[in-house]
């Protein structure tokens, strides 16, 4: 049983753990660095630090514990809605020094009213909710700093180690059986509104792939000429595809290497392929003869357990990841190739469903049945419609506090400056019906 005191605990290692992570990003640059917008897709680094640290303020400060504001005065300036991304150098933004003193002055406060709130009585504090919803917040954002790394021009700043050698074969596909599932989750603390409540859907069965695609194959995509043939692509995609000058993933450069963090690099064939916007990996899909798995597929490929009829939080159990399951957190920085952790396969034998990349689907962006926005109809309910569409289980740049077999995301179908790759899905043939939920198809 988890008490207040254990709550309590994990809060604060989690917020302590999120922002050293935020200082490894931060402070990787300089001030000019700092300061500078990498690219109209992103907003400056500083601008993320001092959001999270507003964040932060408003609802924890001020709204969970109804102290006095900071700094009033910067809320218009951090509002994500009220400013695009493209015009926030513009701004009167908080300068480097005074944005990291700003947020030490927040987490200051933040920390001594974890001591004294209490942790019950109403939803927002329940099992210590509004501080999860923080730790996530942050994390997302951290990872959003770590793609505009990526956008970045100029010597390389961050290292890590590189991600495990393949250990186990993840090739051919699954086949997931027949059935009715658990999807989503009305018990997880942490869980934001778009994840819930559970409810139960009844899938045909269907074919996926044991493993995201990896550079290799969607290089034979683009030898075969795939980003020249309208046939594999939507009306939409190809249109995309002719006014955006589309060739072939975002940092490519067409001899085989690609750019990664301010290193030019040769592909590494068995890495799943990551910045590919959702009408890219349609395309290839087509082309393979296949289909993106919808959200649902994906889902219960992730968490259902054929053995107990259960839907699980992760594909390899309850247990949160470690580096045993997943390349998740940015400790490395790239996906690893396929079949490096085995460990982390769901019951079915599929791999890497979480960490590595995001995995498009071919869903919309929707509430479940009996969808409630909570704590505030902006993170989730203002986005619904067919303009979004769901990307699933996490990238190498997602902190495990922000990802569970739940855990959603979305974007525009034209996004790639996103850590986004896919693995393909197709209906199983009547034939196939009655083989064992494990077995592998070439």
């Known amino acids: 049983m988890t008490t207040d005191t254990d709550v309590r605990a994990l809060v604060a290692a989690e917020l302590q753990r999120t922002r050293r992570r935020s200082a490894v990003l931060t402070d990787a640059v300089d001030d000019d660095d700092l300061v500078r917008q990498h690219s109209p897709l992103m907003s400056p680094l500083v601008w993320d630090l001092a959001h999270v640290g507003n964040q932060e303020e408003l609802w924890l400060v001020r709204d969970v514990g109804g102290r006095e504001p900071v700094r009033a005065d910067i809320d218009q300036l951090y509002d994500a809605f009220k400013h695009a991304r493209s015009d926030r150098p513009q701004l009167p933004l908080l300068g480097p020094a005074e944005a990291r003193a700003y947020t030490r002055t927040v987490r200051d406060k933040v920390l001594d009213l974890l001591e004294r709130v209490p942790l019950e009585g109403r939803p927002l504090v329940d099992q210590g909710f509004a501080f999860g919803m923080i730790v996530q917040h942050e994390q997302q954002h951290d990872e959003t700093m770590l793609a505009t790394h990526q956008l970045r021009v100029g010597p390389p700043v961050l290292s890590a180690a590189p991600p495990p050698r393949p250990s186990a074969a993840a090739g051919g596909e699954a086949l997931i059986p027949a059935g009715a599932f658990t999807m989503g989750t009305s018990t997880e603390p942490w869980a934001l509104d778009n994840e819930r409540p559970a409810h139960t859907l009844d899938?045909?069965?269907?074919?996926?792939?044991?493993?995201?695609?990896?550079?290799?194959?969607?290089?034979?995509?683009?030898?075969?000429?795939?980003?020249?043939?309208?046939?594999?692509?939507?009306?939409?995609?190809?249109?995309?595809?002719?006014?955006?000058?589309?060739?072939?993933?975002?940092?490519?450069?067409?001899?085989?290497?690609?750019?990664?963090?301010?290193?030019?690099?040769?592909?590494?064939?068995?890495?799943?392929?990551?910045?590919?916007?959702?009408?890219?990996?349609?395309?290839?899909?087509?082309?393979?003869?296949?289909?993106?798995?919808?959200?649902?597929?994906?889902?219960?490929?992730?968490?259902?357990?054929?053995?107990?009829?259960?839907?699980?939080?992760?594909?390899?159990?309850?247990?949160?990841?470690?580096?045993?399951?997943?390349?998740?957190?940015?400790?490395?920085?790239?996906?690893?190739?396929?079949?490096?952790?085995?460990?982390?396969?769901?019951?079915?034998?599929?791999?890497?469903?979480?960490?590595?990349?995001?995995?498009?689907?071919?869903?919309?962006?929707a509430g479940y049945p009996g969808f409630a926005p909570f704590p505030y109809r902006e993170y989730s309910e203002v986005f619904f419609g067919p303009e979004y569409k769901v990307l699933r289980g996490g990238s190498f740049g997602t902190d495990r506090a922000a990802c569970r077999g739940t855990f959603r995301n979305w974007d525009y179908p034209i996004r790639r400056q996103i850590f986004s790759g896919f693995r393909c899905a197709r209906s199983a043939p009547v034939s196939l019906g009655g083989l064992a939920p494990d077995e592998e198809f070439a």
């Open 203 to 365: 899938l045909p069965a269907y074919l996926i792939d044991r493993a995201p695609v990896t550079n290799r194959q969607y290089q034979e995509f683009v030898d075969a000429g795939g980003y020249d043939d309208a046939r594999w692509w939507s009306a939409e995609g190809w249109a995309h595809r002719r006014r955006a000058g589309l060739t072939g993933p975002m940092h490519w450069h067409g001899d085989g290497t690609y750019t990664r963090f301010g290193r030019r690099e040769p592909l590494v064939p068995d890495e799943p392929v990551v910045h590919v916007c959702w009408y890219e990996a349609a395309a290839y899909a087509a082309w393979a003869g296949k289909r993106l798995p919808t959200e649902a597929e994906w889902e219960k490929a992730a968490r259902f357990d054929p053995a107990t009829g259960r839907s699980r939080r992760y594909p390899w159990g309850d247990e949160d990841p470690d580096e045993r399951h997943a390349n998740l957190g940015q400790r490395h920085l790239s996906p690893a190739p396929v079949g490096a952790y085995p460990a982390g396969a769901s019951p079915s034998g599929v791999h890497q469903l979480i960490g590595d990349v995001w995995e498009w689907t071919s869903s919309d962006f």
